[in-house]
């Protein structure tokens, strides 16, 4: 009892510091219970995923009601990340647990530069005859009161890198926000809110495609997950109340170095071939 205790402190801890930094609870999630719990790596994503889903779904209607989140965007983007999110998830069934360690840490270092970069905001006109005139891949959002509109640019290649930011999710399962966020911003030019908020309502999705092979591979465990799934919500919520009054520039450089730290950890594990 006293450890599910613990499990649920350190729950509210992720979410914590995942919505604090943008970088969701599932990259402290993992290390807390391969390191910490010595839960076995498979187990711990198992229990990552589904945490992922609980977070994501309540920011996402919220977006959705607000008109950033791109639907139209989102589900054909999706279509990438649920076959790379299943392929993900298949190939982890074959992985040793100590070589996704390593893939663990060099994707959470990855992450955490991306987080810190500038992130630029685009607000690029409709091609007409384009592709993605063709997609209908463009929209409007609020900006102070005032409608925006935009459109997606370079469709292919951004579709390519969401197909390995689904892999990443299903492999680690983490949401590998910051690689569908770069893959909108940097690739298709989305405006900054349109790409996180449609990012947002993405990695749910994302999450379930791969949950279910976890589930069926008998890899998400009730005992373990629950005390997780509700941690870190309770933690998400108390993140996102506290990012309203704090200083997030600061705050993410310093996040940013502590899971640079635990990166590096999970990685001397993985090496050493700790995690089982």
């Known amino acids: 009892?006293?450890?599910?205790?613990?499990?649920?402190?350190?729950?509210?801890?992720?979410?914590?510091?995942?919505?604090?930094?943008?970088?969701?609870?599932?990259?402290?999630?993992?290390?807390?219970?391969?390191?910490?719990?010595?839960?076995?790596?498979?187990?711990?994503?198992?229990?990552?995923?589904?945490?992922?889903?609980?977070?994501?779904?309540?920011?996402?209607?919220?977006?959705?009601?607000?008109?950033?989140?791109?639907?139209?965007?989102?589900?054909?983007?999706?279509?990438?990340?649920?076959?790379?999110?299943?392929?993900?998830?298949?190939?982890?069934?074959?992985l040793n647990p100590n070589t996704i360690g390593i893939i663990f840490a060099s994707i959470l270092l990855l992450t955490v530069i991306l987080n810190l970069k500038g992130k630029p905001d685009h607000q690029e006109p409709?091609?007409?005859?384009?592709?993605?005139?063709?997609?209908?891949?463009?929209?409007?959002?609020?900006?102070?009161?005032?409608?925006?509109?935009?459109?997606?640019?370079?469709?292919?290649?951004?579709?390519?890198?969401?197909?390995?930011?689904?892999?990443?999710?299903?492999?680690?399962?983490?949401?590998?926000?910051?690689?569908?966020?770069?893959?909108?911003?940097?690739?298709?030019?989305?405006p900054f809110k349109v790409s996180t908020t449609t990012s947002n309502f993405m990695i749910g999705v994302t999450a379930v495609a791969s949950a279910l092979i976890y589930f069926q591979r008998g890899e998400i465990v009730p005992v373990i997950v629950a005390p997780v799934l509700i941690g870190v919500v309770v933690g998400s919520f108390i993140g996102s109340k506290t990012l309203m009054v704090s200083k997030t520039k600061k705050l993410k450089v310093f996040f940013a170095i502590v899971i640079t730290i635990l990166s590096v950890y999970m990685m001397y594990n993985g090496i050493n071939k700790s995690f089982r």
Do not use: W
Request: hydrophobic letters at 55%; a positive charge; glycine letters at 16%.
């Open 1 to 94: 009892m006293s450890e599910i205790i613990i499990l649920f402190l350190g729950a509210i801890s992720a979410g914590l510091l995942g919505s604090l930094t943008g970088l969701g609870g599932g990259v402290i999630i993992i290390p807390l219970l391969t390191l910490g719990f010595g839960v076995p790596m498979h187990y711990a994503i198992g229990a990552s995923l589904i945490s992922v889903i609980g977070t994501s779904s309540g920011a996402a209607v919220a977006f959705v009601k607000e008109g950033f989140t791109n639907m139209r965007i989102g589900m054909f983007l999706e279509i990438a990340t649920t076959a790379g999110a299943i392929v993900g998830a298949l190939v982890s069934g074959m």
């Open 126 to 190: 409709l091609i007409q005859g384009s592709l993605e005139e063709k997609l209908k891949l463009f929209g409007t959002f609020p900006d102070k009161g005032v409608l925006k509109s935009y459109s997606a640019r370079n469709t292919v290649p951004g579709f390519l890198m969401m197909m390995f930011a689904g892999a990443m999710s299903g492999l680690l399962g983490i949401g590998s926000g910051a690689l569908k966020v770069l893959a909108m911003d940097n690739m298709m030019k989305l």
